[in-house]
Structure formats: structure tokens, C-alpha cells
């Protein structure tokens, strides 16, 4: 389940995007987390596994008609292609009428995702 960041996540948040290359550098990260605070278009969201430890971490840029991903980062042991897709197929679900999309960087993992959701609504209606 995705829960949007409050300032009590921080650490967590933190911890979480550190396990992306880029945010090896703490001055780096804390950077990026001030970015996502300083204005309402930007979003960070935690995911939460059913038993409730938070695992992944997906940053998003929200405009008019589209939701760009920055970042999305899953935590060693829930790295898996289906825990992936089920951030995604979440983040679509809180923003129905915007299309999912990535940075140059997340494109291929959206383009991914598209994919396998097109093949599913296909294999879903037959």
C-alpha cells in the first residue's frame, strides 16, 4: 500500500532512496529529500508491505494530465519484478485520470510495466 511521506517517514524515506546509486552521497540525498518538500507538485510515497514494514519508495513529479517518476526504490529483500508493478499499478490507482511516466532513467522500467498491465487488461477481457 502506498502512504504519502510525512516528515516522521524522513529517516525511513531516507534509507530507502540510499539504495539508489545517485543517493549514495548523503549531501545528494538530502538535497533530493528537499526537493520533493519544497512544493506540493512533488511527492514522495512509501510502500507498505501487508505486515506493515515500509520496503519501497517511489518520487513523483505530478502534472495536469501525467504523473513522471523520478525515483522508485525497493529495499534489498523486495526486489522483485511483481513488487514493482503492484508500487506502480498503485500509483496509477491514486491518479486515475494521469498517465504514468518516467524520467529518462525510469522509462524503460515504465515501459515495462505498461506492458505487462496492457497484456493483463487484454488477457482479462477475453
Given amino acids: 500500500m502506498l ?5 516522521d517517514y524522513e529517516k525511513v524515506a531516507m534509507g530507502l532512496l540510499s539504495f ?11 538535497t533530493e529529500m528537499q526537493w520533493y518538500q519544497a512544493t506540493s507538485n512533488h511527492q514522495l510515497f512509501l510502500w507498505r508491505r501487508p505486515d506493515g514494514d515500509f520496503s519501497g519508495v517511489i518520487g513523483i513529479e505530478v502534472g495536469s494530465d501525467f ?14 519484478p511483481a ?11 491514486l491518479f486515475p485520470d494521469k498517465r504514468v511516466m518516467g524520467t529518462l532513467e525510469m ?5 515495462e510495466w505498461e ?10 477481457h477475453n
Avoid at 539508489?20 to 538530502?30: G, T
Avoid at 504523473?67 to 522483485?80: A, G, I, M, Q, T
Avoid at 522509462?107 to 515501459?111: F, V
Fill in 83 to 93: 513488487n514493482q508493478r503492484q508500487m506502480l499499478d498503485e500509483l496509477a490507482a
Fill in 67 to 80: 504523473v513522471l517518476v523520478h525515483h522508485d526504490s525497493l529495499s534489498p529483500e523486495e526486489r522483485k
Fill in 20 to 30: 539508489i546509486p545517485d543517493f549514495k552521497d548523503l549531501a545528494h540525498l538530502q
Fill in 3 to 7: 502512504v504519502k511521506y510525512r516528515k
Fill in 115 to 124: 506492458r505487462n498491465r496492457d497484456k493483463q487488461q487484454t488477457t482479462d
Fill in 107 to 111: 522509462a524503460p522500467i515504465i515501459g
